[in-house]
């Protein structure tokens, strides 16, 4: 009995004496709420190390509903500390309404410090209301990487409704997480997990002290393979053409470029977009809130006949030697389809078909070959099919056959159609992204397949080992003397864009893809050239291109809507990204024909490129070779 009692009268002086603090308060209705504590979200850098997307800290103001009571008249006491419009509080209010009364609701976000020290110094006479630091994205490359790393934007109803099980964290208004790019499609690893806080609020709502904390866990870091300064040399050079570019390693599939222009500021999407720009963006005919590199389907026009001249070789139809005369037309079944050139290019071999990109030349050896084989070795050098990357909308493409035609609109594949297929028009369609595979592909001789992400955290992701194509080596070597005749012979299509240094020697193929037809009477008179026609009507610009020819390193592709001629336009660009890369600076002039290098030079120097140095001494650069 007297250790009972010893034991109740300790239980009693406990209470009473050293706990006694907390039971008054809660005798005067404190209570304890718990709430969760946003995690950092993962930063994203390119593959120097260099700050695409961070984190910057944000001041703002928060209310609980459970600890405000009436929200209406504490939010009209706080409009007198800081500037609240009738629509903020009717945003708030409505916010309340939907949520559980322990969540926090945003009231004012990014105000200033002075104004956030008012809101602490007026706190006892706002319950509920609490100021607090928070963090918002920012993107300091701004347009450069809108397109690949995407944006972070307020989590939506229908982002809730998509996940069967909510993680907690949405639920808190205005809680960021990706909506486009990279930022989407890494959402699990750059969110990381939430932590929480006991907080003691007494009846009016006042924060008294804060009981616990347990941390929550970082999202994780990503690194991109693509190089920073490589992407805003390619985005300037593209300027406020509606074009595309992607280059790509051939040795291992990393993405060093994937540019899309004209761009847009993704910045204007994580602080809440006003409807003047948005109308801007959505109205502007060359559509910068669309990623062309990945979702833009092409005809890839004579870029294509890469692929039809080694299905060719491959089917044993052809060889390097085999002619075919060129009259400047192809009659077949009582239709002409007619050469680029009106008078024809002669009798031509295969290399001399690529260098002048003589159509004839194709629409004869694919009535040999057949369809069904050129697409499938389309399919095999990478087009028509979606390749797994982490950014939005990449399509898939279409390298099509008979039975593609027969599934799609229930018809009968026609030889006119294989006709157009030969030459990159018709059915098939094509992205820059897979223009660039296909390239890779020719030059490696191995089924490279692209890679965006080059580390998570501080682990490398391991590279994938590219098989070899199941391709003679001699008929790929083939093909690719084929383009390096269309760069480096003159008269050729790609000469005038060639590279004179002979340890950069470029190889690559011109396409000019139609968007109109030409009728009869036009073709008779003569065919109205491009600068005479409206831009949506005129001819889109394409170039693949891999340099070096000897050993290769890098391929590229760019595709210019409406540009006209790709070996005029789509060419020069390719040539100077490649040599961006190659050179690991300003493009040499040395490596320009002699004739072209002061009208180039003084293009180079007018090009606006971000000063990275600067950057890196503002801290915009995290140590990671």
């Known amino acids: 009995?007297?250790?009972?009692?010893?034991?109740?009268?300790?239980?009693?002086?406990?209470?009473?004496?050293?706990?006694?603090?907390?039971?008054?308060?809660?005798?005067?209705?404190?209570?304890?709420?718990?709430?969760?504590?946003?995690?950092?979200?993962?930063?994203?850098?390119?593959?120097?190390?260099?700050?695409?997307?961070?984190?910057?800290?944000?001041?703002?103001?928060?209310?609980?509903?459970?600890?405000?009571?009436?929200?209406?008249?504490?939010?009209?006491?706080?409009?007198?500390?800081?500037?609240?419009?009738?629509?903020?509080?009717?945003?708030?209010?409505?916010?309340?309404?939907?949520?559980?009364?322990?969540?926090?609701?945003?009231?004012?976000?990014?105000?200033?410090?002075?104004?956030?020290?008012?809101?602490?110094?007026?706190?006892?006479?706002?319950?509920?209301?609490?100021?607090?630091?928070?963090?918002?994205?920012?993107?300091?490359?701004?347009?450069?990487?809108?397109?690949?790393?995407?944006?972070?934007?307020?989590?939506?109803?229908?982002?809730?409704?998509?996940?069967?099980?909510?993680?907690?964290?949405?639920?808190?208004?205005?809680?960021?997480?990706?909506?486009?790019?990279?930022?989407?499609?890494?959402?699990?690893?750059?969110?990381?997990?939430?932590?929480?806080?006991?907080?003691?609020?007494?009846?009016?709502?006042?924060?008294?002290?804060?009981?616990?904390?347990?941390?929550?866990?970082?999202?994780?870091d990503l690194h991109l393979t693509i190089d920073a300064e490589v992407q805003n040399f390619a985005q300037v050079r593209l300027g406020q053409e509606s074009a595309s570019v992607v280059a790509m390693d051939v040795t291992n599939g990393n993405l060093l470029a994937v540019a899309s222009a004209p761009s847009f500021n993704p910045n204007l999407f994580v602080r809440g977009i006003s409807y003047g720009d948005y109308a801007e963006l959505t109205g502007n005919d060359h559509r910068p809130l669309s990623n062309k590199a990945v979702s833009g389907a092409y005809p890839p026009g004579s870029t294509f006949k890469v692929i039809t001249g080694l299905a060719a070789l491959e089917a044993g139809v052809i060889d390097a030697n085999t002619t075919v005369y060129c009259p400047g037309y192809y009659d077949y079944g009582g239709r002409r389809f007619h050469c680029h050139s009106r008078w024809g290019h002669g009798h031509l071999n295969l290399d001399g078909a690529m260098g002048k990109s003589c159509d004839v030349y194709f629409y004869d050896v694919s009535q040999r070959v057949g369809i069904d084989k050129m697409a499938e070795v389309g399919r095999r050098m990478g087009l028509g099919q979606r390749h797994d990357l982490p950014m939005s909308a990449i399509i898939e493409g279409v390298v099509p056959n008979k039975a593609w035609k027969q599934a799609s609109y229930g018809q009968d594949w026609r030889i006119g159609d294989t006709i157009n297929a030969s030459i990159g028009q018709g059915y098939v369609l094509a992205s820059p992204l897979q223009l660039a595979v296909m390239t890779a592909r020719l030059a490696s001789g191995r089924a490279v397949k692209p890679r965006l992400i080059h580390a998570i955290g501080d682990k490398e992701v391991p590279i994938e080992e590219a098989p070899p194509l199941d391709f003679d080596p001699a008929m790929l070597r083939q093909v690719r003397h084929g383009m390096h005749t269309v760069s480096n012979t003159f008269g050729m299509t790609g000469y005038s864009s060639r590279i004179v240094d002979p340890a950069l020697t470029m190889a690559g193929k011109s396409g000019t893809s139609q968007v109109r037809n030409i009728s009869t009477a036009e073709r008779a008179s003569g065919v109205i050239g491009n600068d005479q026609l409206p831009w949506n009507r005129r001819d889109h610009a394409l170039y693949i291109g891999f340099a070096p020819y000897d050993a290769p390193k890098v391929a590229v592709a760019c595709v210019v809507e409406h540009g006209g001629g790709g070996s005029a336009v789509a060419a020069p660009i390719v040539r100077d990204i490649l040599l961006r890369i190659l050179t690991g600076g300003m493009p040499p002039l040395s490596a320009y024909p002699a004739d072209q290098r002061g009208r180039i030079g003084t293009a180079l120097s007018e090009m606006r490129l971000r000063d990275f140095g600067t950057l890196a001494s503002a801290g915009g650069t995290r140590g990671r070779a």
């Open 1 to 220: 009995m007297s250790a009972v009692v010893a034991v109740l009268g300790a239980r009693l002086r406990y209470m009473q004496v050293d706990e006694a603090d907390q039971y008054r308060m809660l005798a005067e209705e404190n209570r304890v709420s718990i709430r969760l504590i946003p995690p950092n979200r993962g930063q994203i850098f390119d593959r120097h190390g260099r700050l695409i997307a961070g984190n910057e800290q944000n001041y703002r103001v928060i209310i609980t509903r459970e600890d405000a009571g009436d929200v209406n008249e504490v939010l009209h006491r706080l409009q007198r500390v800081i500037p609240l419009s009738e629509n903020d509080i009717a945003r708030v209010e409505g916010e309340a309404k939907k949520r559980s009364a322990f969540v926090p609701l945003i009231v004012a976000d990014r105000i200033s410090w002075d104004e956030m020290s008012r809101v602490a110094v007026n706190a006892p006479s706002l319950p509920g209301v609490t100021p607090e630091v928070g963090q918002s994205r920012i993107y300091p490359l701004d347009t450069d990487f809108a397109h690949v790393v995407g944006y972070v934007g307020p989590v939506s109803e229908r982002d809730l409704a998509a996940q069967e099980v909510p993680d907690p964290l949405l639920q808190i208004p205005q809680f960021q997480i990706g909506k486009v790019g990279v930022e989407t499609w890494q959402e699990d690893r750059l969110r990381g997990h939430a932590g929480t806080r006991r907080i003691e609020v007494n009846a009016v709502g006042r924060v008294m002290r804060e009981l616990d904390r347990m941390e929550g866990e970082a999202g994780a």
